[in-house]
């Protein structure tokens, strides 16, 4: 079956350290998108892909890093630049042609990560 | 108002109807979206409505559409504990941009 995954569900993280959130998908979707969730706050974009090699900003950037070699792979980093990086993180994907046929975002069940 | 608004809470009785209300943003939009939320768990796209549409029905779902207003609402029929979750509407931008959802209790 086709869908997203991210891992670890679980990441815990000391302060000052770099980490990595996984995001893999095989729903031959061309753009992937990394958003924030925090308690009260809906989802905020970070990082979105459209293609290969190539990536924008959202409106949370700062802090956070992210690549895109490979279509099915779009992984984020979080950096020690990140102030207050507690939080669940979603990776979704989804045609790019988001016409009749396609319509909304597939979702990975998301990675809650823990600053101790 | 830049943002999607929502009510964060609601709170219904099973086999009541359940509505969400949702205002957006972009009167350009062209599709517009409904996803669900259980705890711990990615979203869930539950259904969409396109911007010339005034409204869709989907089993227990109904989707209304006030383009005039940018009012988006989800009602939900026979509402089940099932039901219980966080909702998010959504419209079409360069990235989908979500309200900051809904938390629907269903009390038995």
């Known amino acids: 079956d086709g869908g997203i995954t991210q891992s670890p569900k679980y990441l815990f993280r000391k302060e000052g350290q770099n980490v990595t959130l996984s995001c893999e998908q095989n729903?031959?979707?061309?753009?992937m998108y990394w958003y924030r969730q925090d308690p009260g706050q809906g989802l905020r974009l970070i990082y979105y892909?459209?293609?290969?090699?190539?990536?924008q900003k959202g409106d949370i950037a700062e802090g956070y890093s992210v690549s895109r070699e490979k279509k099915e792979s779009f992984p984020l980093t979080v950096t020690s630049a990140q102030k207050n990086p507690t939080a669940f993180y979603l990776c979704?994907?989804?045609?790019?042609?988001?016409?009749?046929?396609?319509?909304?975002?597939?979702f990975g069940s998301g990675t809650r990560l823990t600053v101790v | 108002g830049e943002d999607v608004e929502q009510s964060l809470f609601l709170s219904v009785r099973e086999g009541d109807s359940s509505v969400i209300n949702c205002t957006y943003t972009?009167?350009?939009?062209?599709?517009l979206y409904w996803y669900k939320q259980e705890p711990g768990a990615g979203l869930q796209l539950l259904t969409y409505?396109?911007?010339?549409?005034d409204m869709k029905q989907d089993q227990r779902l109904t989707v209304l559409l006030n383009k005039k207003d940018k009012h988006l609402s989800l009602r939900i029929a026979d509402t089940q504990t099932g039901d219980s979750a966080i909702y998010f509407c959504?419209?079409?931008?360069?990235?989908?941009?979500f309200g900051k959802g809904t938390t629907l209790s269903v009390s038995s």
């Open positions: 979704a994907s989804s045609p790019r042609d988001r016409g009749p046929r396609n319509y909304g975002y597939t």
């Open positions: 729903l031959n979707h061309d753009a």
């Open positions: 892909s459209q293609i290969v090699n190539d990536f």
């Open positions: 972009d009167s350009s939009s062209t599709y």
């Open positions: 409505i396109f911007s010339n549409m």
């Open positions: 959504a419209e079409a931008g360069t990235a989908l941009i």
